[in-house]
């Protein structure tokens, strides 16, 4: 996730439009029984798993900034080579910044011989200059290979009608955010020229955070005042208006998993009005007419190590993570309709 937005002097009437006219969501998770035959194979596995691929990404590989390009290639190498494992079929989107190449790795599971429904769970590679980016962004990247791996091991041969690609970018934080060379605005803007379907992009942005302390939990005005939880020991789930439907599916989903509280937040505008929200690499999507979401531990309104050289993998909660790829396993197989 990119650097904080500072506010405009139109914040407060921002706020205020937010809150009186759209009355944007706040709900917790209702604890729920899990439904037979949804979760993970093993959660323990699952949480291990998560360890090593962000020691690889953190300690082994390191730093993964645009100052540092081989570090970006021995990373899409590894999460190319993950799913070659795998045998997932996956090709690398390639284009050149400055005076080097990267690429995003687009992996493909077909869960059916014509699938109706298409997703995209995406995530970010790359690491902000200066740190080895545990939570920002190894957390997402470990969830989304476990999360691809729980698909395959569970769903390989059946008939579940749907699509789901999973789509690593290496450019999100500055210099490249926001410019023509963020990999999922180039993504998101080629999807549109082809016609792409996809049914909902899910970007996983920092997921590996929590912190337990009254008041460890921040956020910005006004949800300060909207009665969202002052510990940080959920995930949250952020669409804008034309998302409302995947945020809700989401949502539901999510609440099945009694091991992971879940919130969620339904902006207007495509979230120009609370800006923090649009940080990551489902904000292109939107901009382009998709319907996507951010999965998100909330970055610098939790982590204290946000973009700063302590944002190490002792920081981070592997067994929340691996509930997360629990809940995403639980969200595809509701949206599949083979409960």
């Not at 570090?71 to 070659?84: P, V």
Request: proline share 4%; hydrophobic share 40%; charged share 20%.
């Amino acid at each position: 996730m990119t650097g904080r937005i500072v506010g405009s002097r139109f914040a407060l009437l921002s706020a205020a439009l937010l809150v009186v006219c759209f009355g944007m969501s706040c709900e917790q998770q209702q604890s729920k029984s899990g439904e037979k035959g949804m979760g993970i194979s093993d959660v323990d596995k699952t949480t291990e798993r998560l360890r090593e691929h962000v020691k690889h990404l953190t300690v082994t590989i390191g730093e993964r900034s645009v100052g540092v390009p081989e570090n970006l290639e021995k990373t899409a190498s590894y999460i190319e080579s993950f799913y070659q494992d795998l045998e997932i079929d996956c090709h690398r989107d390639s284009y050149t910044y400055n005076n080097f190449s990267v690429a995003s790795i687009v992996a493909a599971i077909d869960l059916g011989m014509n699938p109706t429904k298409h997703y995209l769970l995406g995530a970010h590679y790359d690491s902000v200059w200066g740190t080895v980016g545990a939570d920002d962004n190894a957390s997402a990247i470990a969830v989304q290979l476990e999360t691809a791996r729980e698909l395959i091991f569970l769903f390989r041969g059946k008939d579940l009608g749907m699509g789901v690609k999973f789509v690593s970018f290496p450019l999100e934080e500055p210099p490249a955010f926001g410019t023509r060379y963020m990999a999922s605005k180039i993504y998101a803007k080629e999807a549109k020229k082809k016609n792409e379907q996809i049914d909902g992009m899910l970007c996983l942005e920092m997921v590996g955070f929590t912190c337990h302390q009254k008041g460890c939990q921040d956020y910005p005005f006004p949800l300060l005042f909207m009665g969202y939880p002052d510990e940080g020991n959920f995930i949250g789930i952020v669409g804008n208006l034309r998302s409302m439907g995947l945020t809700k599916s989401l949502y539901r989903a999510f609440q099945k998993n009694r091991d992971l509280p879940v919130v969620k937040l339904t902006v207007p505008f495509g979230g120009w009005l609370l800006p923090s929200v649009r940080l990551s690499d489902h904000a292109p999507f939107w901009d382009q007419g998709y319907k996507a979401v951010m999965i998100t531990d909330s970055a610098f309104y939790r982590n204290p190590h946000y973009h700063q050289p302590s944002d190490t993998m002792d920081k981070l909660n592997y067994k929340f993570m691996a509930q997360l790829v629990k809940s995403l396993v639980m969200f595809f197989t509701q949206v599949s309709g083979k409960q």
